[in-house]
T-cell receptor, first 113, second 114 residues
Framework: SAVISQKPSRDICQRGTSLTIQCQVDSQVTMMFWYRQQPGQSLTLIATANQGSEATYESGFVIDKFPISRPNLTFSTLTVSNMSPEDSSIYLC??????????FGQGTRLTVV | AQSVTQLGSHVSVSEGALVLLRCNYSSSVPPYLFWYVQYPNQGLQLLLKYTTGATLVKGINGFEAEFKKSETSFHLTKPSAHMSDAAEYFCAVTGGNNFNKFYFGSGTKLNVKP
């Protein structure tokens, strides 16, 4: 199993600013994932972050808007840049221990005003 | 390509009644299927999963699900609902070349009435 800590748990931000979300895992993992859960909707994969390489973004998500860092095997950050109210969502970090199980952080609830 | 459809964004049952949450999937390869539960202000917790083998899988908290290939379904059931089961439930699929990517359904909020 894996225990994931995400910070902050929630934040209210002004439009046009940026927020960096941190994800810390209690064990070394190869792949980390960032998801967005918009109000009333399901989880959508933003990108996959591997240590030592650039993140791989899903269709509809770009690095300029959601830059990701992965400095080591237990940590990653996701930045939501130049925020607008449409970015108000829950952002979740996830890791895969095996092909058959993924673990999730508690999420960061972001409100942009 | 893979996708998941959850029928019913809200389901309400009485305490002690049967819980049935529906999930249908689309996958061009043998799927791995999952049910996750999300309690308010918490992350997702794995309830159960199907990978290979027995098509009826049992999970935590008395939940179970049956993989039916002919119906492309993976419905979640619990014989008797408890107040503590009130949460949002997500069905997810992965497999093929994208074992590392989970595709989630839109979620079903379960309300349990006393």
């Amino acid at each position: 199993s894996a225990v994931i800590s995400q910070k902050p748990s929630r934040d209210i931000c002004q439009r046009g600013t940026s927020l960096t979300i941190q994800c810390q895992v209690d064990s070394q993992v190869t792949m980390m994932f960032w998801y967005r859960q918009q109000p009333g909707q399901s989880l959508t994969l933003i990108a996959t972050a591997n240590q030592g390489s650039e993140a791989t973004y899903e269709s509809g998500f770009v690095i300029d808007k959601f830059p990701i860092s992965r400095p080591n095997l237990t940590f990653s950050t996701l930045t939501v840049s130049n925020m607008s109210p449409e970015d108000s969502s829950i952002y979740l970090c996830s890791v895969e221990v095996s092909y058959t199980e993924a673990f999730f952080g508690q999420g960061t609830r972001l409100t942009v005003v | 390509a893979q996708s998941v459809t959850q029928l019913g964004s809200h389901v309400s049952v009485s305490e002690g009644a049967l819980v049935l949450l529906r999930c249908n999937y689309s996958s061009s390869v043998p799927p791995y299927l999952f049910w996750y539960v999300q309690y308010p202000n918490q992350g997702l917790q794995l309830l159960l999963k199907y990978t290979t083998g027995a098509t009826l899988v049992k999970g935590i908290n008395g939940f179970e699900a049956e993989f039916k290939k002919s119906e492309t379904s993976f419905h979640l059931t619990k014989p008797s609902a408890h107040m503590s089961d009130a949460a949002e439930y997500f069905c997810a699929v992965t497999g093929g070349n994208n074992f590392n990517k989970f595709y989630f359904g839109s979620g079903t909020k379960l309300n349990v009435k006393p």
